[in-house]
């Protein structure tokens, strides 16, 4: 959690938030997952982990989680709503002792992920999820690929971010582009030389990888420039296999104007 300027405010990284919204029609809505939170230790014993939640004009409140520690579990019924859409929620770590009530730490804007984009409902090698961004309209997420595997992230400007995954334009030009990333991550910069019957997201990526057809059979101790060449024979064989020049006829029709 890093310093911010004169008012000594630590800004808890986004990504240590993990907030899922539980809605089901006629229930309260509820909030769990966890936040995990770096230097705890250097929270004074007077800090409290509070959840502040907001959804114009229903429900503007905080939540009191509980003391300080280095992973803070949530689970929170905040009140019955006609849905959970425009729900936001600020994690802040507020000194009790203070009569200001002074923000120590904070986190803005919180994405709060739908029943559809809990991790335990992922499917397939690729997640699809709502990103906590304006631009560009989407991104790549392998900082989970050791243990949740890869996300493509849609912009929060996109209104329908699982149907714009679907759309033509993004299976034609993003998932190859995509796909790639995946490999070099996987293959060349951290140099996957381990069993791929494994059961984790690098050795699945690599078994899909190397099932694709023309794609040469994959070893352990290639060096570099064989890892290299795999990463441009995947590409080309993913864009062959999943008929990239029918996806992408709309814009091959369209000529050099």
Known sequence: MPRLNYTRRRTIDKRQVRLLVDARPGDEIRIRGHIVLEESSALPESASVQLYVCRSPYLRRTFVIGPVRPRVEVDLEIGTLPDANGLRADVRIVDVEDPSRRILAICSRCRLAGNADDDERRTGLLGVRRGDFDLPLWKVHLDELAGNGVWLEISRRVPDFRAFATRSEVQSLVIPEVVRR???????????????????????????????????????????????RWVDEIAEAFCRDCGLERRAAGFLACGDD
Do not use: I, M, Y
């Open 182 to 228: 995946v490999a070099w991550k996987v293959l060349v910069e951290e140099c996957f030389s381990d069993d791929p019957e494994e059961e984790t997201p690098a050795a699945r990526w690599v078994r899909w990888c190397f099932r694709l057809p023309g794609v040469g059979q994959f070893n352990g101790d290639a060096g570099r420039e064989v890892r290299e």
